[in-house]
T-cell receptor, first 109, second 114 residues
C-alpha cells in the first residue's frame, strides 16, 4: 500500500461545478496535511493546509480532514478553467512530507 | 529572497558527468528539503536538512548523490557519474521549522542526462 494515495484522474467537471478531490494516507501518526496545485511544467504551489479534523475554508477552496478514516479531501467551488491542473496531496509526520501521485483536474468551459 | 530560488532552471549533461544543483531557501527558513519528480509522479523525497546537518538522507537513491548545506542557508545537490535514469525535475522546498508546517517549493531544476 502506498503511503499517500490519490486517484490519478483525469477528473473532468464543467465550469461552475464543485470539484471534489480525495486522498487517503496510511500512517496514523501523520499530523499535518497539505494540498498543492501544480500546473504543467511548473513546480507545486501550496494552496491549503489542514491540521485538525473538520473543514477549513479559504475562498473557493475547502479542505476536509478525517483522521479516524485517514482521509483528506479538497473541494473547489465554482470551478474555473484556470483551476485545471494536477492537485497533489501531501502528508507530514515528524518532519518529512510524503506526496501522492496527484489528481489531474480538467475544468471544461 | 521572496521565495525559494533554484539554479539552474535547466541542465543538460552527458552521461557520466558531474552536476551541481543549487537551492536558496526563503530567508529565515531553517528546514530545507530536496525532492525529485518524474513525469506523472508526485515529488519523491531525497534529503532533508535542519540547519546545517542532513537530518535524513534516506531518500538518496545511491552514493552518487550527495547534498550539503554548509552555512545553514544555501544547499547544493551533487550528482556524480550521472546516468540517464537521473533525468527528472529536482525540486527544493523550505519551511520555517521542522515538519508540520507549510513548505514552499522553488521552480525546480530540470535535469536531462543524454
Amino acid at each position: 500500500q502506498k503511503e499517500v494515495e490519490q486517484n490519478s484522474g483525469p477528473l473532468s467537471v464543467p465550469e461552475g461545478a464543485i470539484a471534489s478531490l480525495n486522498c487517503t494516507y496510511s500512517d496514523r501518526v501523520s499530523q499535518s496535511f497539505f494540498w498543492y496545485r501544480q500546473y504543467s511544467g511548473k513546480s507545486p504551489e501550496l494552496i491549503m493546509s489542514i491540521y485538525s479534523n473538520g473543514d477549513k475554508e479559504d475562498g473557493r477552496f475547502t479542505a476536509q480532514l478525517n483522521k479516524a478514516s485517514q482521509y483528506v479531501s479538497l473541494l473547489i467551488r465554482d470551478s474555473q478553467p484556470s483551476d485545471s491542473a494536477t492537485y497533489l496531496c501531501a502528508v507530514a509526520g515528524t518532519y518529512k512530507y510524503i506526496f501522492g501521485t496527484g489528481t489531474r483536474l480538467k475544468v471544461l468551459a | 529572497g521572496a521565495g525559494v530560488s533554484q539554479t539552474p532552471s535547466n541542465k543538460v549533461t552527458e552521461k557520466g558527468k558531474y552536476v551541481e544543483l543549487r537551492c536558496d531557501p526563503i530567508s529565515g527558513h531553517t528546514a530545507l528539503y530536496w525532492y525529485r519528480q518524474s513525469l506523472g509522479q508526485g515529488p519523491e523525497f531525497l534529503i532533508y536538512f535542519q540547519g546545517t546537518g542532513a537530518a535524513d538522507d534516506s531518500g538518496l537513491p545511491n552514493d552518487r548523490f550527495f547534498a550539503v548545506r554548509p552555512e545553514g542557508s544555501v544547499s547544493t545537490l551533487k550528482i556524480q557519474r550521472t546516468e540517464r535514469g537521473d533525468s527528472a525535475v529536482y525540486l527544493c522546498a523550505s519551511s520555517s521549522t521542522v515538519g508540520n508546517t507549510e513548505a514552499f517549493f522553488g521552480q525546480g531544476t530540470r535535469l536531462t542526462v543524454v
